[in-house]
């Protein structure tokens, strides 16, 4: 099946489907994202902060290399661990792709793990303060001076919103968040709500995936010790070997930082397993209430590896897509007449 192309936005403007697949980590975004591009001509794009930089597979979850050469995967493997990859240097990477895709007359299909990422695609990126290095710097001495957990207290006095979706170990973004309050005067969630440029010539169609709680940290928690077994204490130690700083962004992420704390000698390998579990699930909370703030999503109440779940999000896609079709064929049609 191929993708739609629909003439049904105002002023006959096209408007190409976009397919966005949202949902907590484990829950088979991926394996339902490769599932349906298969049957709808599609192509991969991954929404991740984490999925961006090379050297990081096992403990990010990234497609492998067999499921990538069946299926084009894009915005994967971008950025080496001492680069910054921000929302909107994202934005302006996939736009680039998301326009190859369209040329090629493919579906692009969004897996979707982090919620910045896709908002500032679709909605478009506030006017931001730029960076500050010296409250950077003030910032971080104050989290070294103070108990675990201060950036965050502090975060959660400024923006409570903001503060909900960013984990308390999140330095970097807890960081950018205080900085933008600070310097913005008022919190960052209403600065991300205010002076936005939407995507255009597309229409995204979001479906979301709900598994029971119990099922899905269930998952997690045997995930993670396959990720140990698969060999993520020795990709962590690759990194350090090849020169990552141990205060690069994507060491700081889940399981990257309590692995090489276990490295260091300081946490045994069942602490740090016990801790990666923890962190997941809390980091699974916190995406599903973002993604329940989304608008417009089809809710599936399972995983993305689940037959029935695919079939019914299958369908779902092929509805909408002909929708897409039939509203391009009518106003098609329509301009005809006027001819």
């Known amino acids: 099946m191929s993708s739609a192309r629909s003439s049904g936005a105002p002023g006959g403007v096209t408007s190409n489907p976009l397919v966005a697949i949202v949902g907590p980590t484990a829950s088979g975004k991926s394996s339902l994202g490769v599932w349906l591009a298969e049957r709808l001509n599609g192509e991969i794009l991954a929404c991740d902060s984490t999925q961006v930089y090379r050297g990081f597979g096992i403990g990010t979850a990234k497609p492998g290399l067999a499921e990538r050469r069946e299926i084009a995967h894009h915005l994967i493997d971008l950025l080496e661990p001492h680069e910054i990859c ?31 990422y896709l908002r500032a695609l679709l909605e478009g990126l506030a006017d ?5 290095e010296d409250l950077r710097k003030r910032l971080l001495r104050r989290a070294e001076r103070n108990k675990p957990g201060h950036l965050h207290r502090l975060l959660a ?40 440029e939407s995507l ?3 229409r995204p169609i979001k479906i979301g995936l709900n598994p029971p709680r119990t099922a899905l940290y269930e998952r997690i928690e045997r995930r993670t010790v396959e990720m140990i077994e698969n060999g993520w204490i020795e990709e ?11 205060d690069a962004k994507p060491l700081l992420f889940i399981g990257y930082r309590e692995l090489l704390e276990h490295l260091d000698g300081k ?7 016990s801790e990666i579990q923890q962190a997941t699930r809390r980091y699974a909370k916190r995406q599903l209430t973002w993604f329940r703030k989304e608008s417009g999503v089809q809710w599936f109440e399972g995983f993305g590896d689940d037959t029935a779940v695919a079939q019914s999000a299958l369908r779902y896609l092929q509805a909408e897509l002909g929708k897409a079709n039939s509203s391009g064929a009518v106003r098609e049609q329509s301009s005809s007449e006027v001819a």
């Open 236 to 246: 962590v130690k690759a990194l350090v070997a090849h020169g990552a700083a141990k």
């Open 200 to 202: 255009p010539g597309f």
């Open 267 to 273: 946490r045994t390998l069942p602490s740090a397993i």
């Open 128 to 132: 931001a303060p730029l960076r500050s």
């Open 157 to 196: 006095r400024m923006d409570p919103a903001a503060a909900e979706r960013i984990g308390p170990h999140d330095t970097p973004k807890l960081v950018r968040a205080i900085e933008v309050c600070i310097l913005a005067g008022r919190p960052i969630t209403e600065v991300h709500r205010s002076g936005r």
């Open 86 to 116: 921000t929302a909107g240097e994202y934005r302006k990477r996939a736009i680039g792709v998301l326009q190859e895709i369209e040329r090629r007359g493919r579906l692009p299909i969004m897996t979707v793990g982090t919620g910045l």
